[in-house]
Every structure is written in structure tokens, then in C-alpha cells.
């Protein structure tokens, strides 16, 4: 089984590759908000070369963290729906099964801490070190959480 992570945002996205829990590729995807202010063109470059790199693999799976209302901040959140509407979108053409789980569903799934004080910088820094403790590789947190997104589909220990 081949899956992909995708840990989005609108400047800098994680976009990782496991082929039967084998780490395969992984890629951060910057686009400098000062050059492009616009953040639909930025998603819109973001878009294309996650789909270049997917249409590199056979890809069975995509797990991409569900867009949540992250500190009442709602137009952040419209641009990452609007960011998953279109991986959702490559992924039915592509007859790709796409998967977008909650962040607290996906990090109980590879046992990182959840819930009541827990804070997001701990839970980023957890996704780092299990990356490279588990791969051997160091990894800024998007590319450690899209590693970990694609992990939780194998359902391991």
C-alpha cells in the first residue's frame, strides 16, 4: 500500500510518500508569502506541485489533516478547506482514497500526546522526534507531521 501525507498550509507544506510503512520521499513545499501575498496563488502553486509529486507514485491513499478552526481564526481556515477541496478533488479523478482525519484522531494514532495542556509547539516537537527516532532523518515539524499522517494509515505500534 502506498500512501501520501500531506501537512498543509498556506506558505509551507509537508508532502511525504510510505510504501508498506517504508518512508519513500518526502518534500517541503515553501512558497514565500512575501513574494506572493496572494494566498489563493500560493495554494494554487502548492496544489500543483503536490500533484506533481504524487503523480510520480501509485498512490493508493492520502491522509491530509481536516482543516479546524485554529484559534477562532476563520479566513485561515476557509483557505485550508479550500486547499483540501482540492486534493480532495485530484484524488476522486485520480480514484485515490482520501482520508482527513482529525489532528487528535491522526496523533493518538502514532502516540502522540493529546488533549488538555498539551500544547501544539510539544505535540510539534514529539512529530519531529519520533520522525527521527523512527527514520533516522531530521525534519522541520511540517514534513515530520505529514511523515506522521501518512504513518497512522498502517495502523502500527
Given at each position: 500500500?502506498?500512501?501520501?501525507?500531506?501537512?498543509?498550509?498556506?506558505?509551507?507544506?509537508?508532502?511525504?510518500?510510505?510504501?508498506?510503512?517504508?518512508?519513500?520521499?518526502?518534500?517541503?513545499?515553501?512558497?514565500?508569502?512575501?513574494?506572493e501575498?496572494?494566498?489563493?496563488?500560493?495554494?494554487?502553486e502548492?496544489?500543483?506541485?503536490?500533484?506533481?509529486?504524487?503523480?510520480?507514485?501509485?498512490?493508493?491513499k492520502?491522509?491530509?489533516?481536516?482543516?479546524?478552526?485554529?484559534?477562532?481564526?476563520?479566513?485561515?481556515?476557509?483557505?485550508?478547506?479550500?486547499?483540501?477541496?482540492?486534493?480532495?478533488?485530484?484524488?476522486?479523478?485520480?480514484?485515490?482514497?482520501?482520508?482527513?482525519?482529525?489532528?487528535?484522531?491522526?496523533?493518538?494514532?502514532?502516540?502522540?500526546?493529546?488533549?488538555?495542556?498539551?500544547?501544539?509547539n510539544?505535540?510539534?516537537?514529539?512529530?519531529?522526534?519520533?520522525?527521527?527516532?523512527?527514520?533516522?532523518?531530521?525534519?522541520?515539524?511540517?514534513?515530520?507531521?505529514?511523515?506522521?499522517?501518512?504513518?497512522?494509515?498502517?495502523?502500527?505500534?
Amino acid at each position: 500500500m502506498v500512501v501520501a501525507g500531506i501537512d498543509a498550509s498556506t506558505t509551507a507544506t509537508g508532502v511525504s510518500v510510505m510504501k508498506d510503512c517504508e518512508l519513500i520521499y518526502y518534500e517541503l513545499i515553501a512558497i514565500d508569502s512575501k513574494k506572493e501575498k496572494d494566498a489563493y496563488k500560493r495554494i494554487k502553486e502548492m496544489l500543483i506541485r503536490i500533484c506533481e509529486i504524487l503523480d510520480g507514485y501509485e498512490i493508493d491513499k492520502v491522509y491530509m489533516e481536516k482543516a479546524i478552526c485554529k484559534g477562532g481564526n476563520v479566513d485561515i481556515t476557509i483557505k485550508l478547506a479550500y486547499l483540501s477541496g482540492g486534493m480532495s478533488l485530484y484524488c476522486i479523478q485520480k480514484d485515490i482514497e482520501f482520508n482527513n482525519p482529525l489532528p487528535a484522531t491522526w496523533r493518538a494514532a502514532v502516540g502522540i500526546k493529546n488533549g488538555r495542556g498539551v500544547l501544539r509547539n510539544e505535540q510539534k516537537a514529539q512529530a519531529i522526534q519520533a520522525v527521527k527516532d523512527e527514520y533516522g532523518i531530521d525534519v522541520g515539524d511540517d514534513v515530520a507531521e505529514s511523515i506522521c499522517l501518512a504513518r497512522s494509515a498502517f495502523k502500527l505500534p
